[in-house]
């Protein structure tokens, strides 16, 4: 079953900030926890990107997400939905 990852993401972005999203989302294709991930607005200040990776891997794609906020200082740009 397939589970799906709610990332919300400030739409103002600095050269450096925009590097590390497209970074992320590169890593989290390569490393096959995606194929696809859907981008909508939410409002004027956010986008909300989706996607759906196996159910097994979800944590380990949670844990991945979040170490790499941590270590790109972005948890001002970026952050978890449910």
Known sequence: MEKTIHLKVRKE???HE???IIKLKGNLISKGYTE???IIDQDDQFHINTFETPSETKNEVQEFIAD???RENLAETITFLR
Do not use: G
């Open 68 to 70: 790499f906020i941590t």
């Open 13 to 15: 972005l600095d050269s």
């Open 36 to 38: 696809i991930i859907h």
């Open 18 to 20: 925009q590097f590390n």
